[in-house]
Every structure is written in structure tokens, then in C-alpha cells.
């Protein structure tokens, strides 16, 4: 009579399975890191560095004497959605766009009323255009049933507003209302805040609330509004981001990062 063997299920047998099982656990991917340049803080004093500002904002009013927002506008509403329009796009695409917007929503109530489709074609080029259809149809029906149709005047206000931040309420406040409130944060200004080694508090250029608290806290009040207007216009025309003209800059004597890019 045959012995019965049993058949024996060897390691070399099982490694295949261990393999396929180990191929099937995804790889865990680092977290990104943080590649903004960082805020380096002067040695200067934070006298030092007020006297500094003081001389730089001298040289923006000499050089930009009438600097003001690029933005096409002719009443509050208008400033308000072409600043909700402009997050994530530039002005010159905006004031393309605005022109058919504005005719075809003249005040609140027709924002409040609009279809929303028809908007997003309206406004579609501007990028991120079912979010800001979103916020001008919020907008228009929060002005409408809170404030009478109009915009109001008052930072705490603003900031009741659908697709208002406070970059949005400084520019409306300081530029239609006239009233220094704030300083508005965009791309420019915190990229020059940094460049010019006036931050104290900040991270980085992105870091918007803590450089507009920085620079509220070295300039006057009654520039607040001119300055950010003039620093946009000297990173546009001079401290570009990808190729600084630092040779041309008349900002240079005071800032503590010239000649660090070269000269373009």
C-alpha cells in the first residue's frame, strides 16, 4: 500500500503572496513642505526701521504722486465687485470684464436677482467663476435686505458682506470712502514688505494679516491707503518678482536687499 505524503506548503510558496500584499500597500508621501522665502528680521531697531519707512514712503509719493487703483470704477458697488473679481486675476483682465458686468447689474437688487448662469458667462475669465457669481448674488441680497441697496461705509459692516474679506473692505474703505482703516495685502505689497525688510511679526510674503499689523505699525495712518496703491505700482514697474530691477530702483538706499538679484 502507497504512503500518503502531505503535500508540504513551503516559505519559498508563501513569499510571492507576501510580495503581492506589500505591492498593494500605497506609500505614505511626505507632507509638502513650505517653499514660501521666509520674513528675515533686520538688526535695526524698531526706530531705526520707522525712520526707514518714513524715507521710503517719501520716495513712493516722489516717484508715484498719484497712485491710486488700477480697478475701473464709478460708485462703491462697482469697486466692490471688481475687487471680489480681481482675487486670482489681474486688473487688466477685470477691467475687461466689467464694463458688460456693470451694465448689466447697475445696483444691488439686480446682483440680488441675477441668474446665476448668465453671471458665470459674464465673469467666467476671470477664473474661480462660480465661487465669485456665488459672492456677488450673496452680496447683492445681503445689501439689498441689510443695507438699503448701499454700501456701507464701516470695516465691521463690510466684513458681513458675502465674498468680503478684509483686502476687499481696506480697498473699498480707503478708496471710495477715504477712510484709512487699514492697509489692503496683496501679492505686491507683501512680496515688497518682505524684499524691504519691513516685517516684524510676519511669516512670509502670504502671511496677511501679521504684515499688514507690521506695516500699519511703521507708516502713518493718512498713508495707509497711497502706500499700498504705490507699492503695488513699484512691484508692477520695478521689484517684479522673477527679475527685481534692482540697478533702476530709487528705493535701494533704504532697502537692505538691493543688489541681491542683480541688475536687469
Known amino acids: 500500500m502507497a504512503r500518503q505524503t502531505k503535500k508540504k506548503t513551503t516559505t519559498a510558496k508563501r513569499l510571492p503572496k507576501r510580495a503581492a500584499r506589500k505591492k498593494r500597500t500605497p506609500e505614505r508621501t511626505p507632507p509638502a513642505k513650505n517653499t514660501r522665502p521666509r520674513a528675515k528680521r533686520s538688526r535695526e ?11 521710503l514712503l517719501a520716495e513712493l509719493r516722489r516717484r508715484y504722486p498719484t497712485a491710486q487703483t488700477a480697478l475701473h470704477h464709478n460708485s462703491a458697488l462697482e469697486l466692490l465687485a471688481a475687487t471680489i473679481l480681481s482675487a486670482q486675476c489681474t486688473d487688466e483682465r477685470v477691467n475687461l470684464v466689467t464694463p458688460g458686468l456693470f451694465r448689466r447689474y447697475p445696483d444691488a437688487a439686480d446682483y440680488a436677482a441675477a441668474d446665476p448662469h448668465e453671471l458665470e458667462t459674464l465673469i467666467r475669465s476671470t477664473g474661480f467663476f ?119 530702483c530709487t528705493l535701494a538706499p533704504d532697502c537692505p536687499m538691493a543688489g541681491t538679484f542683480g541688475t536687469h
Request: charged share 30%; aromatic share 4%.
Open 45 to 55: 531697531s524698531q526706530a531705526a526701521r520707522r525712520a526707514r519707512a518714513l524715507r
Open 130 to 248: 462660480r465661487n465669485k457669481t456665488k459672492s456677488l448674488i450673496g452680496l447683492g441680497q445681503a445689501l439689498r435686505d441689510e443695507f438699503g441697496g448701499e454700501v456701507p461705509d464701516t470695516m465691521d459692516e463690510l466684513l458681513t458682506l458675502p465674498g468680503v474679506a478684509r483686502k476687499t473692505a481696506n480697498c473699498v474703505l480707503g478708496t471710495w470712502f477715504h477712510e484709512n482703516v487699514g492697509i489692503v495685502v496683496d501679492t505686491h505689497v507683501g512680496r515688497l514688505a518682505l524684499r524691504l525688510r519691513l516685517l516684524t511679526s510676519a511669516r512670509d510674503d502670504k502671511d496677511a494679516v501679521r504684515i499688514e499689523r507690521d506695516l500699519m505699525d511703521l507708516f502713518p495712518p493718512d498713508s495707509w491707503t497711497y502706500l499700498a496703491h504705490a507699492l503695488i505700482d513699484h512691484g508692477r514697474e520695478v521689484c517684479t518678482a522673477r527679475k527685481p530691477k534692482c540697478g533702476g
